[in-house]
């Protein structure tokens, strides 16, 4: 691996108004343009796949790192093996952020984990959630997240929201097993949820936990309802329309399942926006 490669491995500072590693590639671009050392044209063959690089089969967005600070997200279900892989080593290739793939079978973690190997970078595998991420130049750490099921069930769609916030740059705590079914549960952690910026709370059957989190602290609570429960739990509806009709102020709700976009939304609430970014 280049020395190059090597450092890009490595967390970044979080010093505020920096930007990401991605923008200081663009700026360092641009920089070499105007002290002359980077000519015009070779500077518009290296911008040429910026927004996009198109493979045919998938078009891979640069941009996004640029607009949003972290490169796109790798949904691999669906996909072929060869496709997610190939994903992946673009993201790898044309962005210099953490790459996170989800919903992904062994066989698309396998191809996904030979690619950071042979990046030299590591790897952080859920495999209950089917998720995984390539770490590189995490964000440094800034705010709480906690991440609560109602059931050990939960802890699927609990994963992949927890590792969706780690790699956007926030701390994350898994409180499990804490369901309306025995309320001093969820009571004894209390002071563990006062603590988090922001709440993510996973439930399944009737969804209820997420309003009494909301009604005992005074944080944000993302609900997020799993696919979890017998027939009349609808795949997830039940625990959906419950979290939706919540009478507790505070609490909204993701789509079914939905850990990565619980997670992302979590970590940007607990990371706030630094001192001096727009």
Not at 31 to 42: I, L, Q, R
Not at 194 to 210: K, N, S, Y
Not at 261 to 267: M, Q
């Amino acid at each position: 691996m280049r020395t190059e490669d090597r450092s890009r491995a490595t967390a970044r500072p979080g010093t505020p108004g920096a930007g990401t590693p991605f923008e200081a590639r663009i700026r360092a671009l641009l920089a070499g343009v105007a002290e002359g050392t980077v000519s015009p044209e070779e500077a518009a063959e290296r911008l040429r796949d910026l927004p996009f690089a198109d493979l045919g089969f998938a078009r891979v967005d640069h941009h996004r790192e640029l607009r949003q600070g972290l490169p796109e997200i790798v949904y691999a279900e669906r996909k072929t093996v060869e496709e997610t892989a190939a994903i992946a080593r673009q993201l790898l290739v044309g962005n210099d952020g953490p790459v996170l793939v989800t919903r992904a079978g062994p066989e698309h973690r396998a191809a996904v984990r030979a690619v950071a190997e042979a990046e030299g970078l590591p790897v952080d595998e859920r495999p209950r959630a089917g998720a995984l991420a390539i770490l590189r130049n995490l964000p440094a750490p800034r705010g709480r997240v906690a991440v609560v099921t109602a059931g050990t069930a939960d802890l699927p769609v609990a994963e992949e929201a927890a590792l969706t916030a780690t790699v956007m740059g926030t701390s994350v705590e898994t409180v499990a097993d804490v369901g309306v079914a025995g309320l001093h549960r969820v009571a004894s952690v209390r002071d563990r949820l006062t603590e988090a910026d922001a709440v993510v709370v996973m439930a399944g059957m009737e969804g209820a936990l997420a309003s009494v989190v909301g009604g005992l602290v005074a944080r944000p609570v993302i609900a997020c309802p799993t696919s979890v429960g017998y027939g009349a739990s609808f795949g997830g509806l039940a625990a959906l329309l419950a979290m939706l009709s919540s009478c507790t102020p505070g609490v909204v709700a993701v789509d079914i399942d939905d850990g990565v976009g619980a997670g992302y939304v979590a970590a940007l609430i607990a990371r706030g926006r630094p001192a001096g970014q727009p």
